[in-house]
């Protein structure tokens, strides 16, 4: 057993989960799982009540303020306050919602049991990861750092006496940026070492509040902090310093002795623990396909009509758009001017809004446009299939003009899967072309020349569960998100399409994009809701 979890009170039948109920007949004390099985002995009576009522415990009740000789058996909830009778009799107290102080002692407590849980099992041990992973790289320090040394000694030696002194101070500044590079690292495991500290007393805290029956402890003084701690703390990037090798010359020995890189440190944003729902918008569609950010506070939407919607988070309707064609669009994107493009598959084109007002800029002849992507050169992307349904391919236009055509590999083999599905598209920061083929159950991506990548055909230790890529989005880290409709969450990748994580518990989620601070927006197709989610 985990030594941090060995005060958790846990069922007595299974010994491994907590327990959250009590038999007050049988006198047995039972975590959720184990409660069916325990009634499902017919030959018993049973008589199941949560845990905090299943104990036998005297409450201690606070003093009431303002009448000393009453006890604060009551909770208002309006006050946020335990309160005596006589207070709630008063008309300070009048129309506010109460409940049994045991009742709120219950809720509390079980909410203390739920924020324990998680720090010990999952927001822990990140920090815990996080923190092995500095000790790794300082590993590595002495490694790398020695390599430098080594080379400035190799150096050396070629211009043998004249550029001793030169050597000496090259070491130097190797050593010197070698103690600033430990420095950064020590200073961050300081940072992990103290939080990690905070959480580990947190915990001792909460285990010691639930141990207690004082109700003024659990009602006043616990203030959850487990938001706080589920976000972790950035990683440090420490970039290498380089000693460049130089065409040995007698002459200028120190210009021409080579020179050593700067120490770079960045930080680099880290996935959070677990990912948190911000804001829920519902479009008015009977079913939603896509979304697109203008901002963080506004997205234009596209579902199965003729209608494109600016919303804000509240949901309300900022500006409609009705196709030129009178047509369903097949997908919409946002220009880096902040314009609307959309493709409609049924008069084959790729349409501007500006202003309100529509302008077709492309227009095919034997081909459909599927999906559409606004590059960082503010080219756009689109994905296309032929007339009868045979070939697809992938098109870049500058304005109207054609500049680039991505269809076949090294070995003339179609990148992408024919028949009429969708194909979204994304380009990543590293200009890698990123295509969601649901007709494929595969992520294709190919680099900006339109050389095959990857293929990312689900987590290779899921056999079991189909993958069915609809919409796709990639972010600041050059990771790439794609929705996993079938099995409600998204997929995260790097940018070599090794996975790294699902966002779990979405409903049918289909289109996808991120906002310039890394917010998630995630369309769900059947209950037409965006879905805004902050996972770094």
Not at 283 to 295: E, I, K
Request: proline share 3%; with cysteine.
């Amino acid at each position: 057993m985990d030594p941090r979890a060995q005060d958790v009170l846990l069922c007595d039948l299974c010994e491994t989960d907590p327990l959250q109920y009590g038999c007050e007949h049988c006198d047995i004390n039972l975590c959720t799982d184990c409660v069916r099985k325990h009634i499902s002995d017919s030959s018993k009576k049973h008589d199941i009540v949560p845990y905090h009522l299943h104990r036998k415990f005297t409450p201690k009740y606070s003093k009431c303020v303002k009448h000393a000789n009453k006890d604060c058996e009551i909770y208002c909830e309006k006050c946020d306050i335990p309160v005596c009778v006589t207070c709630i009799s008063s008309s300070k107290h009048k129309g506010h919602n109460i409940s049994d102080i045991l009742e709120k002692l219950g809720f509390k407590k079980q909410r203390i049991q739920k924020d324990l849980e998680q720090l010990e099992n999952r927001i822990y041990p990140r920090y815990e990861e996080i923190s092995s992973d500095v000790q790794i790289e300082k590993a590595k320090v002495e490694t790398n750092y020695g390599k430098l040394a080594t080379a400035a000694d190799q150096q050396g030696e070629v211009l043998h006496r004249e550029v001793t002194a030169t050597v000496n101070k090259r070491k130097a500044d190797i050593a010197e940026m070698k103690t600033k590079h430990l420095a950064v690292l020590e200073q961050h495991t300081g940072e992990i070492t103290h939080r990690m500290t905070e959480i580990k007393q947190v915990i001792l805290e909460m285990k010691n509040i639930l141990d207690t029956d004082d109700i003024s402890s659990l009602t006043s003084t616990y203030k959850s902090r487990n938001d706080e701690f589920n976000k972790l703390p950035p990683k440090i990037i420490v970039t290498l310093p380089i000693l460049s090798t130089p065409t040995i010359s007698t002459e200028k020995v120190t210009e021409m002795f080579g020179s050593l890189t700067s120490l770079s440190v960045t930080t680099a944003r880290s996935l959070l623990a677990e990912p948190l729902l911000t804001a829920t918008i519902d479009t008015g569609y009977d079913r939603l396909r896509s979304v697109s950010c203008l901002n963080e506070e506004q997205v234009w939407t596209q579902g199965e009509d003729k209608i494109m919607k600016l919303l804000n988070l509240k949901g309300e309707l900022l500006t409609s758009i009705q196709t030129k064609s009178g047509n369903e669009p097949d997908d919409i994107a946002v220009t880096r001017d902040g314009n609307l493009v959309y493709t409609d598959c049924d008069d084959e084109t790729v349409n501007l809004v500006k202003n309100k007002k529509i302008r077709t800029v492309i227009t095919l002849q034997g081909w459909v446009p599927l999906n559409v992507c606004c590059t960082s050169s503010d080219d756009l992307l689109v994905t296309m299939i032929s007339d009868d349904w045979t070939q697809s391919k992938v098109v870049r236009y500058s304005g109207s003009t054609e500049k680039q055509t991505i269809q076949f590999d090294d070995q003339g083999r179609p990148l992408y899967s024919s028949g009429y599905n969708d194909k979204y598209i994304s380009e990543n920061r590293n200009l890698d072309i990123c295509v969601a083929d649901g007709g494929a159950s595969s992520v294709v991506v190919v680099n900006q020349s339109g050389k095959l990548r990857f293929r990312y055909t689900g987590h290779p230790s899921n056999t079991e569960e189909s993958f069915n890529p609809a919409g796709i989005t990639t972010d600041s880290q050059s990771h790439i998100l794609t929705a996993d409709f079938h099995n409600h969450r998204i997929h995260i990748l790097d940018q070599d399409g090794q996975f790294i994580r699902y966002i779990q518990n979405l409903f049918f989620s289909w289109g996808l994009c991120v906002d310039i601070n890394d917010n998630l927006f995630v369309a769900e197709i059947n209950n037409a809701k965006v879905k805004k989610i902050q996972y770094l």
